[in-house]
Structure formats: C-alpha cells, structure tokens
C-alpha cells in the first residue's frame, strides 16, 4: 500500500506565503507524475499543479507566476510554493502520486492524500 501524507496548510493573510509538502510512503518501486489539486466549498476539484519525475511542471492559470511546484525523487516528496495568496485560493489542498508499487507492474496507479486546509483572510 502507499500513502501520501500533506503538510504545511494553515491560516494566512491575503499577500502572504505558504508551503506545501506532500511525502509518499509505503510499496513504492517508482513515482511518476505528482500534482497537488484543491477543492473550495461548493466547487469541484481543481488541479493546481503538476510536475513529471523529470521535472516539467503544468500550472492552473490562477496560480501561474504565484505558485511554484517542485520535488524531491530521493525524498518522495512533492512541494507547493504558495506565494501571494489570496482569498480566492482558500480550499482544502490535495495531493495525488501515480506510483507503480513493483517493477513487474507497468501501469501506475493513482493515490490521494487526505487534504491540507488553506485558508487565506483579507
């Protein structure tokens, strides 16, 4: 089994910064794309931002040049850089892995933590 375990939500004003950790743990042979999703009250969920094990990286419009995502391959980790944060990024942030647990598995499959809460006041 793996498991993705989030960190580093809290409370911030409005022009404030946050950083998000995401650490996969458990049977894991390869990680493959990571991304961190949010979701609002009343909205669906949203990708925020995505990044490849090489490193190429896919970002929402709403968060270009504010949001940096990056990760740690020797760590398992995946981060999110939240800068210039405003009301309107206030959700509950998610992150997901797709992981092949063995090297006879080809096809990876995909796994969610339980959230983070980000929540930013004006």
């Known amino acids: 089994q793996v498991q993705l375990v989030e960190s580093g939500g809290g409370l911030v004003q409005a022009g404030g910064s946050l950083r998000l950790s995401c650490a996969a743990s458990?049977?894991?042979?390869?990680?493959?794309?990571m991304g961190w999703y949010r979701q609002a009250p009343g909205k669906q969920r949203e990708l925020v931002a995505a990044i490849t094990s090489g490193g190429m990286t896919n970002y929402a419009d709403s968060v270009k040049g504010r949001f940096t995502i990056s990760r740690d391959n020797a760590q398992n980790t995946a981060y999110l850089q939240m800068n210039s944060l405003k009301p309107e990024d206030t959700a509950l942030y998610f992150c997901n892995a797709d992981v092949r647990q063995h090297i006879w598995i080809q096809t990876p499959s995909r796994y969610w933590g339980q959230g983070t809460q980000v929540t930013v006041s004006s």
């Open positions: 458990g049977s894991i042979f390869s990680l493959n794309l």
